[in-house]
């Protein structure tokens, strides 16, 4: 992204910074927010890309003292003389309109969703492919994320096929279980799942509290 100030102005009793970019569009950022965001190494450590500035130190009703800008950046003084440097870019990909907020929902958190009957084909990939190829990977999460259900075929019928596609993405999360469970056919079965009849779709006592998600 390579975005170009045209000018930078404050407003609402300098509470509020409108951007009017070359492209025409317009964004607004409150005084607070950008205070609470400046990106100084006395409020910000890069190595971390974490806010150090603590909520006790801001003034919830800061206003800016002085704003100057040119294509590339805008300068802030506060009203204490703490200064801010906000780069173009950075502004840009966190303007608040509704538009621009709708767009980065969408690249950050996947929303489509596919809603299905009986007509549905099982999205289904190859295990060993899933586990090898980062491609066939993506693609089994993002179905994942967007159908809520993906056969993969092909897994060896040994101990363990779960275990690696866990590992393959992340951490095993420990339940009462264990990391795992062998379900079994047993002779006089506890549960319905140790019989050799059908299960419906279902999720385990675990994910009641933490529901299983992508
Ligand atoms: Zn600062």
């Known amino acids: 992204m390579h975005c170009a100030i045209q000018k930078a102005e404050a407003l609402d009793g300098a509470h509020l910074m409108q951007v009017l970019w070359h492209d025409g569009a317009e964004s607004l950022y409150p005084a607070i927010w950008l205070r609470d965001n400046c990106p100084c190494s006395d409020c910000y450590l890069d190595s971390a890309k974490a806010r150090k500035l603590l ?4 003034d919830v ?3 800016m003292e ?3 800008f040119d294509r590339k950046k805008v300068y802030i003084t506060w009203p204490d003389e703490h200064y801010s440097e906000f780069e173009a870019d950075w502004l840009k990909k966190r303007c608040f309109s509704q538009q621009a907020r709708a767009k980065l929902q969408r690249e950050l958190f996947l929303p489509e969703c596919q809603h299905w009957g009986s007509e549905l ?6 295990f060993e492919d899933v586990l090898k190829n980062d491609e066939h990977a993506y693609k089994w999460l993002s179905s994942l994320k967007k159908v809520g259900i993906v056969r993969l075929t092909g897994a060896s019928h040994k101990r363990g096929e779960v275990l690696k596609l866990g590992k393959r993405i ?3 999360y420990l339940t009462f279980y264990g990391h795992t ?5 047993k002779i006089d079965a506890n549960n319905v799942a140790y019989t050799t009849g059908k ?3 279902h999720t385990d006592y675990p994910a009641l509290h933490h529901p299983p998600g992508v």
């Open 55 to 58: 909520i006790e130190a801001l």
């Open 170 to 172: 992340g951490f095993l």
């Open 66 to 68: 002085d704003l100057t």
């Open 199 to 201: 299960l419906s779709f």
């Open 61 to 63: 009703n800061i206003c």
């Open 121 to 126: 084909q099982l999205p289904t990939l190859d």
């Open 181 to 185: 469970w062998q379900v079994q056919d």
